[in-house]
């Protein structure tokens, strides 16, 4: 059974992956309107105080969830959810980076065994280094038994 | 009545049911715009039952759309601080679902708001629970 405290002294808040990116309004747009958004800086690209949906922020945390040394627990990460936390508008069309770091690892035993929770958070920052957004992403792992 | 300010809310208001289109085709388009491509699992459902899914998936970020769309449609001066969802399980494109809302606290000196968010299918099961965080004018 691993070890969750040594997990947690190795991995946590340690970026593992960077990356730069530029929003599309359009593909935000897009999202906002399938949801059923009514606000126009979320749907309309070009109103004066548009902005990325807050659901389309938490597609920018998908991708490479952990570390690439991190040991392998047992099945597959599945999606256990996902937070937004919005502190600055972020806007669309202008340069981005994304910073990742495993925010927080717990676990939960029930009667089908032991599941692993991570938490990775990526630090949305723009150009002037102002952060701007918390994306995070919940997985969830079943931990392989040893017997 | 219009919501307009903090002191407009109140504990235990219900937002909802907001009844949000599922239709395969939004999947699809979902998954397209944030860069998942044409993955089966958010296009086809024959495609989807054969990898062992119950259907083709409503994209976990739309449930999350799908929650926020309905804060601004029903509290238009609201802004989302945080939202935060557990997808406790999958939902399916073209199977209805309703969107609820409760208020769970308030404060008013912050101009803040505390919501639980739900998805439940046809059957009434829970399929999305959630948490919102919500600032208000004073």
């Given amino acids: 059974m691993v070890d969750i405290e040594a997990l947690k002294s190795k991995y946590l808040n340690l970026v593992f992956d960077r990356r730069d990116f530029t929003v599309q309004a359009e593909n935000s747009a897009t999202v906002a309107r399938i949801s059923g ?26 991708g490479r969830h952990l570390p690439i040394d991190f040991p392998a627990l047992g099945g597959l990460p599945v999606d256990g959810g996902k937070a937004v936390t919005s502190l600055q508008p972020v806007p669309a069309g202008v340069p981005l980076n994304g910073r990742t770091h495993l925010h927080d690892i717990y676990d939960k035993s029930g009667r089908s065994g032991r599941m692993v929770f991570l938490i990775s958070r990526m630090e949305i920052y723009d150009a002037a280094e102002k952060l701007l957004a918390l994306a995070d992403s919940r997985m969830v792992i079943r931990e392989r038994s040893e017997s | 009545m219009s919501i307009q300010s903090i002191t407009d809310i109140e504990f235990g208001m219900e937002l909802g049911p907001y009844l949000p289109d599922t239709a395969l085709p939004n999947s699809a388009a979902v998954a397209d715009a944030v860069g998942w491509g044409n993955a089966a699992r958010f296009t086809n459902h024959e495609r989807s039952r054969k990898e062992g899914l119950p259907g083709a998936l409503v994209p976990g970020i739309l449930g999350m759309g799908f929650l926020c769309a309905l804060i601004h449609r029903e509290i238009p001066a609201a802004r989302i601080q945080k939202v935060d969802c557990v997808f406790r399980a999958p939902l399916i494109a073209d199977q209805p679902c309703a969107v609820t809302a409760i208020v769970t606290d308030i404060d008013t000196t912050a101009g803040t708001a ?20 919500i600032r208000m004018p004073k």
Avoid: K, M, Q, W
């Fill in chain 1, 37 to 62: 958004e009514t606000r126009p800086e979320y749907i309309d690209p070009a109103h004066a105080a548009f902005e990325v949906f807050p659901a389309y922020i938490a597609s920018l945390s998908s």
């Fill in chain 2, 114 to 133: 505390e919501l639980d968010l739900l998805i439940r299918n046809e059957t009434n099961e829970t399929r999305v629970v959630g948490t919102a965080t």
